[in-house]
């Protein structure tokens, strides 16, 4: 991207294009101009991603509501897998539309918002952000940023911004606009330059429940300042099991279907509903999902969950799934699929 003559960013594509392919140059970044930062609010809403500084570190940011965006961010990372992404938001009042905050969660929220510290809060239904953002958990993790730059994205996009660290799957976090370019260069619409982070570390990620509150990260923000708040000590999850039902991904039975799951069906049986995947899916008998008609893995992912949802409400006993490649996001897929079909 560059910006022309007139002050205006020219783009090699519409900005209605969802990012979906790799972006064939690398995006230097671009510094957070007032210009700048409405540019990016237009490509959030267009789907499209846009790193952004925070003052924890840089994110990977898209609409929260929009399930193709939400995937395209799986997709450039490679993130193997459907971790569930922190939601940004501008203020406690966007923050309690989406999520449920009983009084420890108020507490911490007035004590540290806008600022490092995400809070694991049970998930207000029906709601406008992707399940694909929050990988199918009755929670939802929520921050409001304190950096200037981020606030002023969120604002311009007008939604809730789900960000992951900006950098690959496996790599560290970035805390410098250069960090991500040669992470992401090539998969982001824009990477908007704040200068180096505020706190370079990750939020501190911390569930309320049952009038305590279980660490799960530790931080940019340290756990003396957020006991001297709640009066007693953080609980830590001492186990692997203590853990569990605050962890992302290991309660199967947050995928689990009512209706069994038959995988790599290549056929469809008599009172089973497909889920299809690809331009040649069985002829179906009954109900049928095409998870993607043009074998698109990002597609696929973002329809998954409730096309899932869809299928099991039709009452099949029994749910074909086709084959679905490994590759990108097939992997997560996959990883989704066989933790439903698990009994
Ligand atoms: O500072 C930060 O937190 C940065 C900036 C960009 O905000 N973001 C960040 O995101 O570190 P990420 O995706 O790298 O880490 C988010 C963590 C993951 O460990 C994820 O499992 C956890 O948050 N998480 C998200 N939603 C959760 C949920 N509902 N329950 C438990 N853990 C959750
Ligand atoms: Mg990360």
Redesign the pocket.
């Known amino acids: 991207m560059r910006v022309d003559g007139s002050g205006r960013y020219a783009h090699k594509r519409p900005s209605n294009l969802i990012v979906d392919e790799v972006e064939s140059t690398a995006m230097p970044p671009v510094p957070a101009t007032h210009e700048a930062i409405a540019e990016a609010g237009r490509l959030l809403r267009a789907g499209r991603l846009v790193a952004l500084p925070?003052e924890?570190?840089?994110?990977?940011?898209a609409d929260a509501s929009n399930g193709l965006a939400v995937a395209a961010i799986f997709a450039a990372k490679g993130r193997p897998r459907f971790?569930?992404?922190?939601v940004?938001v501008a203020s406690l009042a966007a923050a309690e539309r989406l999520a449920e905050f009983d009084d420890v969660a108020r507490a911490l929220a007035t004590a540290f918002w806008p600022g490092?510290l995400?809070l694991?809060l049970a998930?207000r239904r029906p709601s406008r952000v992707s399940e694909l953002a929050?990988?199918g958990?009755a929670?939802?993790?929520l921050?409001v940023?304190s950096n200037a730059i981020a606030r002023a994205v969120i604002v311009a996009a007008g939604c809730p911004i789900a960000?992951?660290?900006?950098?690959r799957s496996g790599h560290v976090?970035p805390t410098m606009a250069a960090h991500v370019a040669a992470d992401l260069g090539d998969r982001v619409a824009l990477i908007l330059d704040g200068g180096p982070c505020a706190?370079g570390?990750?939020?501190t990620?911390v569930?309320p429940h049952e009038g305590a509150a279980l660490l799960?990260?530790p931080?940019?923000i340290a756990s003396e300042a957020i006991e001297a708040v709640l009066g007693r000590p953080l609980a830590m999850p001492a186990t692997e099991s203590d853990n569990a039902p605050?962890?992302?991904?290991r309660l199967a039975s947050h995928y689990a279907t009512r209706a069994r799951l038959r995988l790599d069906a290549r056929e469809v049986r008599e009172g089973e509903a497909l889920l299809g995947f690809g331009p040649e899916p069985p002829r179906p008998s009954g109900p049928s999902i095409n998870l993607s008609p043009s074998g698109d893995l990002r597609e696929a992912a973002a329809r998954l969950f409730a096309a899932l949802r869809e299928l099991d409400a039709s009452g099949a006993a029994t749910i074909a799934v086709m084959p679905i490649p490994l590759e990108g996001l097939g992997a997560a897929i996959n990883d989704r699929l066989r933790r439903a079909a698990a009994r």
Request: net charge positive; hydrophobic share 40%; charged share 5%.
């Open positions: 925070t924890t570190v840089y994110g990977l940011g971790n569930p992404l922190i940004h490092g995400t694991v998930a929050t990988a958990l929670t939802i993790a921050r940023p960000a992951p660290s900006a950098n976090s706190h570390i990750e939020s990620i569930a799960l990260r931080g940019a605050h962890s992302p991904g």
